[in-house]
């Protein structure tokens, strides 16, 4: 979303310049527009737990054209998750691909990338009796499904972990060239995860990282140099990769990592301490200039997650927001209700000066948010408090249900002006739900001079405009007169005439300049 800025000091902007200038912030309101897409179907009890389009989305979706595109842990037509597409509008759901259950196959929890007609993605289990996963390949259309690479057979050690050569649990992948890159969330010689990468043609499989073995400190919590378990995907800029690991690290309580594409350089970029700065991270980083963002499940000043910032050389991190507490004691999860949202597994996007996230548990209802903060931190906006479950019945009993979802996991996606998730249960059935989050615009303004006095102008019907601001939403006209140190003043004294609102005043000739943007509320 965009604020359109104006500066009227000393000359007349023609309305083509305006939105030129505008770009310094991001307006957003409350008066989102929530749509359930697609509400997973129950699957059938006992056997395989198969259905016709799969249960409990936990990964990112990715959109191309019109389309989304995603994955399904369970169920399916054979019973180990599905790929599945579904328009932007809602129609059109198509089961792609349904993963079957002979030899430990399927079960994504990544999701897919697009490349021409091609989708790449992973399967958590994979291959005859090789329970570490794999990468595989198919068409767009369902056809020619491949596995690129089944990762090597394993055992677990006496920790639980899962050790083999290759890496166990691949998750999402990053595409460059012709070139996959990956992380594993356990395997590897140590059992905690590693960095690969391979060929789109199921060749060149490399091990360019294997995280290191740690030991238990003072807190029970595993520690090494560089972080264990990697519960994300990672992202590229230029020859570099940047990561998260969930904990290890000094402090055991995960890490930020950067490495080349060829495997050389590996660093560690950030120690999380499991204080102010978070701890537990799950979700995927996102890059802005030199700047990494991101979230953190656990930690924070109330100990329910954090969203951070922080060069990529590891200077300046800052918490930009501390998700507040739950009432009753710390347990780890399902603590109630609150403001804001707790426990953000999944990782964050970035639109101009904003980040868009989603909590697994907390807001008005307890079952996780949609929100959104500029990236310095401020402006917190809940967008969408998911709405709540009954009591869950237990036993064989189907699940809760609602009309909404419940509990997302997976990052959203923005396309225009909407955003894309899923989350990991609710829905109709209970088995979660493909949704879509719309954000109202604001209108760009006309501007005209006459007589030595500027007039900004735009229709009633554009939005919900309220002159002066009231409870319930819309946009407003703000002005300041110093964008270095901004004090945003909410301007009241604009008129409506012929459906139009209108705000006129007289050009500035000397003095400070007047800075103008239209805000939602």
């Not at 677990?156 to 050790?163: H, N």
């Not at 996780?368 to 009993?397: C, E, K, M």
């Not at 989350?423 to 006459?450: H, K």
């Not at 012929?498 to 705000?503: D, K, L, S």
């Amino acid at each position: 979303m965009k604020n359109y800025m104006t500066n009227l000091k000393k000359i007349v902007l023609l309305p083509a310049l305006t939105a030129g200038l505008g770009l310094f912030l991001t307006s957003r309101t409350t008066a989102q527009t929530f749509t359930t897409l697609h509400s997973f179907t129950a699957p059938s009890s006992g056997g395989l737990y198969t259905n016709s389009d799969g249960t409990l989305p936990v990964a990112a979706l990715m959109v191309s054209g019109a389309t989304l595109y995603g994955t399904a842990t369970g169920a399916g037509p054979g019973g180990s998750g599905t790929i599945f597409t579904i328009n932007t509008d809602g129609t059109g759901f198509t089961t792609v691909h349904g993963f079957t259950n002979n030899g430990y196959a399927g079960y994504p929890v990544g999701g897919v990338i697009i490349s021409g007609n091609t989708l790449y993605g992973t399967m958590n289990q994979g291959g005859l009796y090789a329970k570490g996963g794999g990468v595989f390949a198919i068409n767009n259309d369902g056809t020619s499904f491949t596995n690129l690479h089944i990762a090597s057979l394993g055992d677990f050690d006496f920790q639980g972990f899962y050790c083999n050569s290759d890496g166990a649990g691949p998750l999402d992948l990053v595409l460059s060239g012709n070139t996959l890159y990956g992380t594993t969330t356990t395997g590897g010689s140590a059992g905690y995860g590693t960095v690969f990468s391979i060929n789109t043609d199921g060749t060149g499989f490399t091990n360019t990282h294997i995280f290191a073995a740690g030991a238990l400190n003072s807190s029970e919590l595993t520690t090494n140099s560089d972080g264990i378990l990697p519960m994300a995907g990672l992202i590229i800029s230029g020859n570099t990769l940047y990561g998260t690991t969930e904990l290890g690290g000094s402090a055991g309580a995960g890490t930020i990592f950067a490495i080349n594409t060829d495997g050389t350089g590996f660093r560690t970029v950030y120690t999380f301490t499991n204080g102010s700065d978070g701890s537990d991270l799950y979700g995927k980083l996102v890059l802005s200039g030199n700047a990494l963002f991101g979230t953190a499940s656990e930690g924070g000043n109330s100990h329910w997650g954090t969203v951070f910032a922080v060069n990529t050389d590891g200077t300046g991190f800052a918490t930009l927001h501390s998700f507040t507490a739950l009432p009753g004691p710390y347990s780890g999860y399902y603590g109630g209700t609150n403001s804001d949202g707790a426990i953000p597994y999944a990782g964050l996007v970035l639109s101009g000066h904003t980040l868009y996230g989603t909590t697994f548990e907390g807001g008005s209802s307890g079952y996780g948010t949609v929100f959104a903060l500029n990236t310095d931190g401020t402006d917190f906006t809940t967008l969408h408090n998911f709405t709540s479950l009954p009591p869950f019945p237990g036993g064989s009993a189907p699940p809760p249900t609602n009309s909404d979802g419940a509990n997302p996991r997976g990052s959203l996606i923005l396309s225009g002006n909407t955003l894309y998730g899923t989350a990991y249960e609710g829905g109709s059935s209970g088995y979660g739900t493909v949704f879509s989050l719309s954000l109202p615009l604001p209108p760009q303004p006309t501007i005209t001079s006459s007589a030595g006095y500027v007039t900004m102008t735009w229709p009633t019907n554009a939005v919900a405009f309220t002159s002066p601001p009231t409870n319930g939403g819309g946009f407003t006209l703000q002005v300041c007169t110093n964008l270095g140190s901004p004090v945003w003043t909410s301007l009241e004294n604009l008129a409506v005439s012929n459906g139009v609102f209108y705000f006129t005043e007289p050009m500035q000739t000397g003095g400070a300049g007047r800075f103008y943007r239209i805000r939602a509320q």
